[in-house]
């Protein structure tokens, strides 16, 4: 049987704790979805939490939560929460 004429398309919200402000997660995660055809979005969050969208195949959104569960080199993951997520986006970027 040929495969799907579209790749899977997968979206999650990741809700990422632990010493993950003040350590480039956001801007390392922008450039880790990038390079992996990812888009979505991720902020910080008034808890001391990030918290991303992201969209994108099934094999590469498996790949950056795996990214987000050890983060940049400075970063201290606690745990990552995941939840399915809807919409739309077409780049990766950091919002406020």
Request: proline share 7%.
């Amino acid at each position: 049987m040929p495969p799907p004429p579209f790749p899977s398309c997968k979206t999650l919200r990741l809700l990422i704790h632990g010493r993950v402000q003040g350590v480039y997660f956001r801007d390392s995660m922008r450039r880790e979805a990038q390079s992996l055809s990812i888009s979505g979005w991720v902020r910080n969050r008034s808890d001391g939490t990030v918290e991303a969208v992201v969209q994108g195949q099934a094999d590469a959104v498996d790949a950056i939560v795996r990214w987000a569960q050890c983060g940049p080199q400075l970063a201290q993951v606690a745990r990552v929460e995941m939840e399915p997520a809807s919409g739309s986006y077409s780049v990766f970027e950091i919002t406020d």
